[in-house]
Structure formats: structure tokens, C-alpha cells
């Protein structure tokens, strides 16, 4: 019996013995991890078997990603115990964690951009191979798994996709016992994500274990043999998802009953308010995406979602559309409420009426070192009169944010509070509340509730919602088509650059969303 | 004056720039902006002055010169990786502060004059005209730069801890997330920056001109920063540019010997507007920097939950 | 084992106090300086610090000094704040010296009081001029405006070296490397009889109470910070970063300019190869001591023009090379970029096991 265990746990795993079970792969006891402020792991128990796909399942800020950053080696925890096949173990680092057999597939990926994919593969084995060993051994890898890939390419010019083929097939390599993904799905078309589970079905009959985080309940339910479910740091419940109803595991994840958003009925006021004509746009950057031939429109009354995995040029479509970039290629025209805003910035644009939110909050919707006061000016400075001859208006500003911080029910010390110092759900209300409290008749948002809090991502969309019912034309562009299915009322599918409009939400299938997500034609 | 001789006087100009520009390139690779070359180098140029006044001996000189370049990165890496200091402000104020300490420490040196570090000599084969005197004729110094210049080109492309030191360069979040060393990789990487810089300003201080003056560097550093720039940080590329701005500055001493009336200032403005003209050349193509540039250079690097 | 602990806010207190701190510490270090170079520590410190302040003229000089430490460093602030390096203040500060002592030059033997309205336009533009090129050579071309501006104050200081070398030296004055003296009328005013203290500290002062509205109250100090804090926020926002660049680098090379000719028809009356002990590279660090704050840059001043008049002072009482000061400058800048760490981060005991967690 080792001698480090601490006791507790020891008393427990030789009950398992007592028991008969037989012995897990890995075994958590009691993990426990402090930052400033937080317990991100509270006490945490983890069983995974051999060969079992186990779902770690949360909210954000559940404690998911601290735990498998420890399981990883990338962390140490304050507490408790790791026993690896029965074995008490300290993770010293993610070369040690390799070598256990343990990989890791991130949410954002680990890739190197500038790189090749090859050399991304070997900073990733901790093994001496000859070149041309290691490249026959990631062919036979990929072919045996269906995971194509090509070693010479730059990541750079990979798709989001191919560049999680190049995270597994790296793992892969170095046969683990345990796999871990992190949120895996959140980057693949639904086809994608199919493939993806018949990947790892494979790799569960062939003996290796998966641990498989995700928020999304109904992939849980599909593929997983046994789920923790984590909420604030804590094991809520274990089970058996296959057996255990959605609506219920839904329920102890948040912690509380579901309450649901009343969609109503959305209808078109008929006033166009957003009309994108032929659209084209080519970045000086490299690694960006070109925009190609994109037109549409948006009525007033009218919610757009634009679906589509990340990296297919919507961040590239937000800054244009939102004037943060303005060279864009003949013969693009954008307009909003009948007023040609091509060559226009974003301050002009605001002034005819627009609201933008990016993804990024941090750095580009709210600055994280200044207060509350002052992020109200970045955007509410000359649609609200926030400015006199050059001045700022100090006691306006405030009495913006103050009103922002009560209507938007946003937590927060007070308006004089450092921004950086809010979490991640009051900082996405009080972005989207300066933007609401200014009334505009178009906004387009990128990612929502990215991030957020469910309490604070209904509030959010209840509010994109009425901001729609009252006459405004909405786009929300996202990669998380539940979101998307809950508030749109018209879709479009963005790949590659290019957008193709479905119109009404009701008439359309997952599967040509799917199609249309992976970049191919959808025939009917 | 003959073409070997101008040859051999555009290695002696290059050699300073070659070695303090092959440094930062390592450093820069590495993700970290260290601009306070030009400080290390004039700490290196005073301490191998030194050493070798008091103990007359040129290679306790230069590595000592070596030993004080890196002992500033030293400094440079512990406030900005450490304390997370802004890294263009702690390079300025290892600039200032190497010209202040090297001009303290220098005030009893003023005024003697050294023998410039003994060329190589091979007897008749050093005498073999062009490739013989150019070649094999130099002072061990320029044959290091040029080994130096092989081994990081070698070290950057074909190496894994070469292959290591981009990936830290390029995305330390990713770096660290597969278990690499991303302070240590940067603070080795300062170090062997300080450590070129030392020999630079070794070189400087005993075979260029073999005498003490205060602010002796009289920019090169900076100049070493630009080139790293101008050859988008490649090694081959890196020591092109050393070599063109070596022949710059010996084109200024050469114009008055050919009896072009220029005053001796606008000459000494060649390398200066040269640098400027080059950067502006480079760097206009945003693309081909963003292609080369290593991604978090300047960025400071904390470990996140 | 102590670690570094992210604080979720900025401290403010911290953001005052480090500079003490570093002030401090630099004169701690003054001691070990003093004992290594053999003089009495505590005789020398006094001799640095103290002697300098004791009479009127001192003072002055200690006034006369901070001035040109001041205008640029207010100026130099501004961006820093937005991210702009502007590090060749040096040659803004001669370039405005050479244009408005040519201009006093050109109009030596006018007696107007046109004179030194003109002389100090034309400083102030001279070092604009020489601002504005890495403003240009950047927002056009993207090049790194620390390396051409720097470039740009090496040559500026050759421009000043031939032209008193040669076309504007002195016929009468012995073949030094000197202009002619500057008539009265290009002359700034002296304050107060007896002293070099002039209309120059007048300008530092204003500087300081403009910018400091500028950058507290209106929406264009305002953009300067959200450009420097986070580029990407300054761009959603709709600023125009190169609007910003060009104003930052025009603001901080007028003030620059300004500074030079203030110099040179305030306190040296005509042009000399070297019309600066380096005031252009102190002012950054003036700028740091300060915060990028000009009511700090003000006391940041005064405290580096310390250095130099002591400095002076230790070099005539017992014999301290000059270079002394130019160490003190760098090592304070030192101590103050290692103390601002404690404003973001706490330190925090934690035993060595669990230290190891954030690495």
C-alpha cells in the first residue's frame, strides 16, 4: 500500500477491492484547488475504467478545465490523492502525464500556427523518431482511425476541423490509456462530430479510456458509459447518462429548475434595416479568411443567426461589418437603414443606429483596465451625447453605466470598478447593456453567451429577444446551434467565407445545416 | 586602397553587428524583445577593455567581456520574466543604465590604447592573395561570429531545442500547455542574447578600434535590433544585413579618400539613414512579417488556470 | 517559497508608492556605489543629494534643470500612454534647438520683439518636423517607430555638429565649434536677476496643468489611453490609430522642440556641438517615474535634475566622475519597473509544495 495516500481514500479504494469492482484506470480522491478568490475544485471523486467513455460534465466555470489540467499535469492540486491503474501517483507535468499514457486534446487547440503540422507532432512526443519512422507511423495512425491529415501543410492553412485531427492523430501516437477532450464538438460541423464519436468508439473497444468534457447534455447521453456531473467545484451527481432523462441532468447541472425562454412569435416589421450586397473582402493578414460574394438582408423584427464552425470567417465578417474594417473589395456594399455605410467607421455607423458586440470581450468590447465610466464611453460617446466640445461628460457617463449596472442586473462593486475585476457573464451583460441602452435598430452580436453563465444567458437573450420585438433587425453570429435554434427566427450557414441563406428557422434540417457547415453543397 | 583591404575592413565593421544581431535573434525568437542591446554591448566593450588592461590577456578579456553582456540579460530577464516588467522599457533602461555604469567604470581607462587582438597566421597559406589574406588572416573573434552565425542558422532549423525555442516564440500558452519549460527556454534565451552582446562589445572595445571611449557603440546595438527586423529573423538573412551595413560604414571612411568633398558628418549619417530606409523596406509588407515574426514577441508570459 | 499573485484589481496605492520605493532603493544602493569607488557614503549622499538644494542659486539651478526634464517627459507620456515609443525626444529636442537658434541666428541683428516669438515657433516646429517623420514613416509603412526615431536623434545631433563646425560657427570666435552668441531679443527672459531661471519653467508648468486636462478630461486623452491599453477596443470604438500616432508623436516632438530652444535662448544663449547632457533619453525615465502622469512627471523631474546637479556638485566637492549620475538614472528606472510588479500582483507566502501550482 503506498504510503502518501491519505487516509480517507485509502479506506475507500480498499472498500472497492473488498467489493470486487475491478480496478479503475484513474482514481480521483478528494481534489481540491484554490485561485485567488475561488475554489475551482472543491473535494473532487473521479472514477474512469478502462476502455469507458466518461462524460465530465458542467457550466462554465464549473471546475471542469482546472480538474483535467490537473489530471494533465498542469496544475497540482492543493489536496488530494491521483492513483493511476491502482497505483498513487504525483503528475509532475504533461511529459510525465504522456508517459503515464494519458493525452490530452484541448478546446483551443495547442497547435503552432507558423509551424507544420509534422513539427506540431513531434513538439508533442516526448520520444526520439527518425523523421521518416515517425512519418510512416502517423500514416498508419490516421489510416487506421479514418483521420486523415496532411504532415507538410502549415497549421495556419488547416480548418478548424483538420487541426483537432492533427490534436487526436498527435495523442494517438503515443497509444494513451486515457484521452481527454475538452469541449471537442464545440469546433466540429454536426457531421464532423459524428465521425468524431465513431473515432472514439473505436478507441473505447480497443481499450482506452476517454474522458470526455462537454456542456452539451445530449452528446453526454449519446456516447458517454458513465458521467460526473461537476457544478461550482463540486461532484453533484454520478450516473448513467444513457439512463438518466436530459432534463434531468440539465437540472443538476445549473441547480436549479430550467426556466424557459418564451420566444413568442417574431414578425418582420417590413422595414429593411440591414442590406449586404456582394460582399468582398481580402485581409492583408496571412491567416485570415477571405470574404466572398456575401449578400443578404435583415428586416427590422427579424433575428439572423449565422451558424458555422469558428475560423470560417466570422471574426473577418464582424469587423467589416461593424467598420473596424473598411478596405473592403469592389463592388461590396453594406447598408444600414437605407444609408450606404461601406467606407464608413464604426462611430458613424453607430450613429445611424448600429450596436456591435465581437466575441472577444476582453481587450476588444470593454477595456479590462479601466472602470465601468469609462467603457460606457467606447461606444455610447456620440450616440448618447456622452461628449461636449471635446470634453467628456463625467456625471452622464456615470449615470449611463449606473443605469446599465441596474437594468442589466450586473454584479459588480460599483461603477468605479476596475472592468477586468467582473466575471465573465456580468461583463457580457454590461457590454450588451451599453449597447441596448442605446437603442439602436440594428445589432449584430458575435457569440452571445459564449463563456456565460446560464442565468446570465437567459437574461441575454430575453433581451436580444425584445430588442427584436421592438422593431430592430438582430444578427447573432454563433457556433452553437441550440443557441441559434432558441432565438433566430431566419439562419444562414457561413463556411469558408462564403454565406448561404436558409430563411425561416422552422423550414430547415440539421442535417443541410450540417452539409452547409462542412462547406459542401446541400442538394434537396 | 585595394579591394581586399576594403574587404577585410567591411568584416572588422560587420563583426560587432553580426555577433550583437545573431544574439537577439536567438532572444526574439524566444518571443522576448530585448532593446537593451546596445547597453550590453558597451558593458561588454568596457569589462574585456578591462580585464585585459589589468591582465594582459585578451582571452580573460573577452570572456570576461562575454560573462558581463550575459550578467545584464541576467537582470533583463528576471524583471521582465519574473517581475513581468514591460519588456521595452526594462530593454531602454538596460540602455541607459549600461551607458552610465560602462562610463563609470571606464573614466580611469580613457586614454590607453591596447593591441588589437592578434590575426590569425598561417605564414605563406595567410599571404595566398584574396582567399588567404581575407580568409585566413582574421582574428579569432570573426571566426567565432562566423561559427556562430552557422550554429544558431543549424540550432533555429534542424534542431528539436531549436525547433523548442520557435514553438515558445510563437504561442507560449500552447507551449506550456505541452509541458515546455517556457520561462526557462526564455531566460536561456536572454542569456545567450547578453552573452553575444558581451563578445560584440568585446569586439568593439579590442580589435576595432583597441581604446576606450565612452558610448563607443555609438548605436550599433540599435542598428543589431533593426537587422534582426530586416533579415525577418533568419540567420542567413541577419548576417547579409550585418555585412551590408559593415560595407556602409566603411563606404563613409572611403568616399573622402576618393575626393568627394562631403562633409565628414553626412557620411556618418549613412548607417543611421540607412537603417531607417531598410526598416521602411521590410517592413511595409505586413504580410511577410506576420509570416516571420515569432507571435507573442514582447507579450509577457503567465501561467493561466 | 513567495509567490506572485494576481490582484483583481489594480492596486492605486501601490501605483504611488513604488516610485518611492524605487527612489529608496536607489539611494541605498548610492551607499554600496559610494563605498566601492572609496568615498565616505554618507559624506557623498550629502554632498548627491542634499548640498545642492541648501542655497538659493541651487535651487534655481535644480529649477532650470527639471524644465527641459519636464517638457519632454510630459510630452513623452502622452505616447507612452498610447503605446507610442517615441525614444528619440534627443533629437526633437536638438532639431528644435537648431531651427530656433538658426532662426536667432538669421535674425541676430534685428531689433524686434518679433524675435523671440519667431525663435521659439520655429523650435517648437523643428522638433514637430522631426516627430512627424516616425509618425509617417509608422502609420505608412509600419516601421518600428523606436528604431527610427532613435536613428533619426543620431542624426540630428550630426545636422547640429556640421552646422556649428561649419556654416553657422562663429567668424569672430576663434575657430571653436560655436555659433554666435544670441542677441537679446532672442533671448527667453530671466525670472528672477542672478539666476538662469527663465520664461522656459513657465512653459514646463503650462505643459503640465494642458496635458494633464488633456489626458483627464477630454475624449481625446481619453483615446490615447483606450489606444494604448488595448488596441483592439480603440479600433471597435472607431478611433483612428493613426490620427492618434501622428498627434502623440506631434505633441511629444513640439514639446521636445520646445524644450531644445528654451535651452538654448533660455540658458546657453547660442549653439554648441552639444546642446543637451542627454535630457532627451532622462525624460523617458522621467516619464516612467512619473506614471505617465504629468503632475508626476513634474516631481519626476525635479528628483532626475537632482541627479544632474549633484551629480555636478560631487564631481566638484570630491571628485565623483560624472558618470555617476547617468548610473543613478538607470538604476532608478530599474528599481521602479521591478517595484510595479507589486501593483498588479500581491506577494504571497505559500509553502513550497503548493507554491509550485502557478510556477
Known amino acids: 500500500?503506498?504510503?502518501?495516500?491519505?487516509?480517507?481514500?485509502?479506506?475507500?479504494?480498499?472498500?472497492?477491492?473488498?467489493?470486487?469492482?475491478?480496478?479503475a484506470l484513474l482514481e480521483l480522491g478528494g481534489i481540491s484547488k484554490a485561485f485567488p478568490g475561488i475554489l475551482a475544485n472543491d473535494a473532487i471523486d473521479l472514477r474512469v475504467m478502462p476502455g469507458e467513455i466518461h462524460g465530465l460534465v458542467g457550466e462554465n466555470g464549473a471546475g471542469k478545465s482546472t480538474l483535467v489540467k490537473i489530471i494533465y499535469g498542469l496544475l497540482r492540486p492543493d489536496q488530494g490523492t491521483i492513483k493511476w491503474e491502482g497505483d498513487a501517483v504525483s503528475i509532475f507535468g504533461p511529459s510525465q502525464a504522456r508517459s503515464l499514457g494519458i493525452g490530452m486534446v484541448f478546446q483551443h487547440f495547442s497547435l503552432f500556427e507558423a509551424l507544420t503540422v509534422m513539427e506540431n507532432i513531434a513538439l508533442a512526443i516526448d520520444e526520439k523518431w527518425k523523421t521518416q519512422e515517425l512519418r510512416s507511423r502517423i500514416d498508419e495512425v490516421s489510416r487506421n482511425f479514418g483521420l486523415s491529415i496532411e504532415i507538410d501543410r502549415y497549421v495556419h492553412s488547416l480548418s478548424v476541423g483538420e487541426r483537432q485531427r492533427v490534436e487526436i492523430v498527435r495523442c494517438l501516437l503515443q497509444s494513451p490509456k486515457l484521452l481527454i477532450l475538452d469541449e471537442p464538438t464545440s469546433?466540429?460541423?454536426?457531421?464532423?462530430?459524428?465521425?468524431?464519436?465513431?473515432?472514439?468508439?473505436?478507441?473505447?473497444?480497443?481499450?482506452?479510456?476517454?474522458?470526455?468534457?462537454?456542456?452539451?447534455?445530449?452528446?453526454?447521453?449519446?456516447?458517454?458509459?458513465?458521467?460526473?456531473?461537476?457544478?461550482?467545484?463540486?461532484?453533484?451527481?454520478?450516473?448513467?447518462?444513457?439512463?438518466?432523462?436530459i432534463k434531468k441532468m440539465a437540472e443538476l447541472l445549473v441547480g436549479s429548475q430550467l426556466p424557459e425562454i418564451n420566444r413568442g412569435r417574431l414578425t418582420a416589421h417590413g422595414v429593411e434595416r440591414i442590406h449586404i450586397d456582394n460582399l468582398n473582402y481580402t485581409s492583408k493578414d496571412p491567416f485570415s479568411v477571405k470574404l466572398k460574394n456575401i449578400s443578404f438582408t435583415v428586416r427590422g423584427g427579424e433575428i439572423l443567426g449565422i451558424a458555422g464552425v469558428a475560423g470560417n470567417g466570422q471574426t473577418e465578417l464582424m469587423s467589416v461589418l461593424s467598420g473596424e474594417v473598411k478596405d473592403l473589395d469592389d463592388p461590396s456594399i453594406i447598408k444600414f437603414n437605407n444609408q450606404i455605410v461601406t467606407s464608413k467607421g464604426a462611430a458613424e455607423r453607430r450613429l445611424l443606429g448600429a450596436g456591435f458586440v465581437p466575441e472577444q470581450r476582453q481587450g476588444h468590447s470593454a477595456v479590462t483596465e479601466m472602470s465601468l465610466i469609462e467603457n460606457v464611453l467606447l461606444t455610447a460617446l456620440k450616440t448618447c451625447d456622452l461628449e461636449k466640445s471635446?470634453?467628456?461628460?463625467?456625471?452622464?457617463?456615470?449615470?449611463?453605466?449606473?443605469?446599465?449596472?441596474?437594468?442589466?442586473?450586473?454584479?459588480t462593486t460599483g461603477v468605479q470598478a476596475e472592468t477586468g475585476s467582473l466575471s465573465g457573464g456580468n461583463l457580457q451583460k454590461f457590454i450588451v447593456g451599453r449597447e441596448l441602452l442605446q437603442q439602436p435598430s440594428i445589432l449584430i452580436i458575435e457569440q452571445p453567451t459564449w463563456g456565460v453563465d446560464v442565468g446570465a444567458a437567459i437574461i441575454l437573450r430575453r433581451a436580444l429577444l425584445d430588442l427584436a420585438k421592438s422593431g430592430a433587425a438582430v444578427i447573432i453570429i454563433s457556433q452553437d446551434l441550440d443557441e441559434i435554434f432558441e432565438v433566430c427566427n431566419k439562419i444562414a450557414v457561413m463556411a469558408d467565407g462564403m454565406i448561404s441563406i436558409l430563411g425561416d428557422i422552422a423550414a430547415v434540417s440539421m442535417e443541410e445545416i450540417g452539409v452547409l457547415m462542412g462547406g459542401q453543397r446541400y442538394e434537396h | 586602397m585595394d579591394l581586399v583591404a576594403i574587404v577585410l575592413t567591411i568584416i572588422t565593421a560587420s563583426t560587432p553587428l553580426l555577433l550583437a544581431a545573431t544574439g537577439e535573434l536567438i532572444t526574439e525568437k524566444s518571443g522576448v524583445l530585448n532593446l537593451g542591446v546596445e547597453g550590453m554591448m558597451l558593458i561588454g566593450a568596457i569589462t574585456a577593455f578591462?580585464?585585459?588592461?589589468?591582465?594582459?590577456?585578451?582571452?580573460?578579456?573577452?570572456?570576461?567581456?562575454?560573462?558581463?553582456?550575459?550578467?545584464?540579460?541576467?537582470?533583463?530577464?528576471?524583471?521582465?520574466?519574473?517581475?513581468?516588467?514591460?519588456?521595452?522599457?526594462?530593454?531602454?533602461?538596460?540602455?541607459?543604465?549600461?551607458?552610465?555604469l560602462s562610463a563609470l567604470v571606464g573614466t580611469g581607462f580613457v586614454g590607453i590604447a591596447l593591441e588589437p587582438l592578434p590575426k590569425l597566421d598561417l605564414g605563406p597559406i595567410s599571404a595566398v592573395p584574396v582567399i588567404g589574406q581575407i580568409l585566413l588572416g582574421q582574428d579569432f573573434l570573426v571566426y567565432l561570429s562566423f561559427f556562430m552565425v552557422v550554429l544558431v542558422a543549424y540550432f533555429l532549423s534542424k534542431t528539436r531545442l531549436g525547433l523548442i525555442l520557435r514553438a515558445v516564440g510563437e504561442s507560449h500558452d500552447s507551449a506550456h500547455a505541452l509541458g515546455y519549460p517556457v520561462l526557462l527556454v526564455r531566460f536561456l534565451a536572454i542569456l545567450f542574447g547578453g552573452f553575444m552582446c558581451g563578445l560584440a562589445g568585446s569586439y568593439l572595445s579590442l580589435a576595432y578600434t583597441p581604446l576606450w571611449a565612452e558610448n563607443m557603440t555609438a548605436g550599433r546595438g540599435w542598428i543589431a535590433v533593426a537587422l534582426v527586423v530586416f533579415g525577418t529573423w533568419r540567420a542567413g538573412r541577419v548576417a547579409l544585413g550585418a555585412y551590408l551595413f559593415g560595407a556602409i560604414t566603411i563606404l563613409q571612411l572611403h568616399v573622402q579618400g576618393w575626393g568627394l568633398e562631403i562633409a565628414s558628418q553626412f557620411m556618418s549619417m549613412l548607417p543611421y539613414l540607412a537603417t531607417i530606409v531598410v526598416l521602411v523596406i521590410i517592413s511595409r509588407d505586413g504580410a511577410k512579417i506576420r509570416l516571420n515574426a515569432p507571435q507573442s514577441i514582447g507579450k509577457a508570459f503567465t501561467p493561466s488556470r | 517559497m513567495?509567490?506572485?499573485?494576481?490582484?483583481?484589481?489594480?492596486?492605486?496605492?501601490?501605483?504611488?508608492?513604488?516610485?518611492?520605493?524605487?527612489?529608496?532603493?536607489?539611494?541605498?544602493?548610492?551607499?554600496?556605489?559610494?563605498?566601492?569607488?572609496?568615498?565616505?557614503?554618507?559624506?557623498?549622499?550629502?554632498?548627491?543629494?542634499?548640498?545642492p538644494l541648501t542655497t538659493g542659486f541651487g535651487f534655481t539651478e535644480l529649477i532650470v534643470k527639471a524644465t527641459p526634464l519636464i517638457l519632454i517627459g510630459v510630452g513623452l507620456s502622452i505616447g507612452f500612454k498610447a503605446n507610442v515609443w517615441n525614444i528619440g525626444a534627443e533629437g526633437q529636442f536638438t532639431m528644435g534647438a537648431i531651427a530656433g537658434g538658426g532662426t536667432a541666428l538669421f535674425l541676430n541683428t534685428q531689433e524686434s520683439f518679433l524675435v523671440l516669438p519667431a525663435v521659439l515657433l520655429m523650435g517648437i516646429f523643428g522638433g514637430i518636423v522631426w516627430g512627424m517623420i516616425p509618425a509617417f514613416l509608422k502609420t505608412k509603412f509600419n516601421a518600428n517607430e523606436i528604431l527610427t526615431s532613435l536613428m533619426l536623434s543620431y542624426v540630428a545631433l550630426l545636422i547640429l555638429s556640421y552646422l556649428v563646425h561649419g556654416p553657422w560657427r562663429d567668424p569672430g570666435g576663434y575657430n571653436f565649434p560655436e555659433s554666435e552668441i544670441f542677441s537679446d531679443f532672442a533671448m527667453l527672459p530671466i525670472l528672477l536677476e542672478g539666476t538662469r531661471l527663465n520664461l522656459g519653467t513657465v512653459f514646463a508648468l503650462l505643459s503640465v496643468l494642458i496635458i494633464y486636462i488633456l489626458l483627464s478630461r477630454t475624449v481625446l486623452g481619453y483615446q490615447f489611453k483606450v489606444v494604448g491599453l488595448a488596441p483592439a477596443a480603440a479600433k471597435h470604438a472607431g478611433f483612428d490609430r493613426a490620427k492618434l500616432i501622428w498627434l502623440s508623436m506631434i505633441i511629444s516632438g513640439g514639446l521636445a522642440g520646445l524644450a531644445g530652444i528654451s535651452e538654448v535662448s533660455g540658458t546657453i544663449g547660442q549653439l554648441l556641438p552639444s546642446v543637451s547632457p542627454g535630457y532627451g533619453f532622462t525624460a523617458i525615465i522621467v516619464a516612467f517615474l512619473g506614471r505617465l502622469n504629468p503632475v508626476g512627471v513634474l516631481f519626476a523631474g525635479l528628483i532626475m535634475a537632482l541627479t544632474y546637479i549633484g551629480g555636478e556638485n560631487a564631481q566638484i566637492e570630491i571628485g565623483l566622475p560624472a558618470a555617476v549620475t547617468g548610473l543613478f538614472q538607470g538604476i532608478i528606472l530599474f528599481y521602479l519597473l521591478a517595484c510595479d510588479v507589486l501593483a498588479r500582483y500581491r506577494l504571497r507566502y505559500k509553502p513550497f509544495l503548493k507554491a509550485r501550482d502557478r510556477e
Open chain 1, 390 to 411: 471635446g470634453f467628456i461628460d463625467q456625471a452622464k457617463a456615470r449615470s449611463f453605466a449606473e443605469s446599465i449596472i441596474s437594468n442589466f442586473d450586473v454584479r
Open chain 2, 50 to 100: 578591462a580585464t585585459t588592461t589589468i591582465t594582459n590577456s585578451a582571452v580573460l578579456g573577452v570572456l570576461a567581456g562575454a560573462a558581463a553582456g550575459t550578467s545584464m540579460a541576467c537582470v533583463f530577464g528576471i524583471l521582465v520574466l519574473i517581475f513581468l516588467a514591460n519588456q521595452v522599457a526594462t530593454g531602454l533602461a538596460l540602455t541607459i543604465f549600461g551607458i552610465g
Open chain 1, 1 to 23: 500500500m503506498p504510503a502518501l495516500n491519505d487516509n480517507q481514500n485509502n479506506m475507500k479504494s480498499s472498500y472497492d477491492k473488498a467489493s470486487g469492482e475491478p480496478n
Open chain 1, 187 to 245: 469546433v466540429l460541423t454536426p457531421q464532423e462530430a459524428e465521425s468524431l464519436f465513431e473515432t472514439l468508439n473505436i478507441l473505447s473497444k480497443r481499450g482506452c479510456a476517454i474522458l470526455y468534457i462537454s456542456h452539451k447534455l445530449h452528446e453526454i447521453k449519446k456516447i458517454c458509459h458513465a458521467a460526473t456531473i461537476l457544478r461550482a467545484g463540486r461532484v453533484v451527481a454520478n450516473c448513467d447518462p444513457s439512463k438518466e432523462p
Open chain 3, 2 to 51: 513567495f509567490t506572485l499573485e494576481r490582484r483583481v484589481e489594480q492596486s492605486k496605492s501601490w501605483l504611488v508608492f513604488s516610485p518611492i520605493m524605487a527612489i529608496a532603493l536607489t539611494i541605498l544602493s548610492g551607499i554600496i556605489i559610494f563605498s566601492v569607488l572609496d568615498k565616505d557614503p554618507w559624506m557623498s549622499l550629502y554632498t548627491f543629494f542634499i548640498q
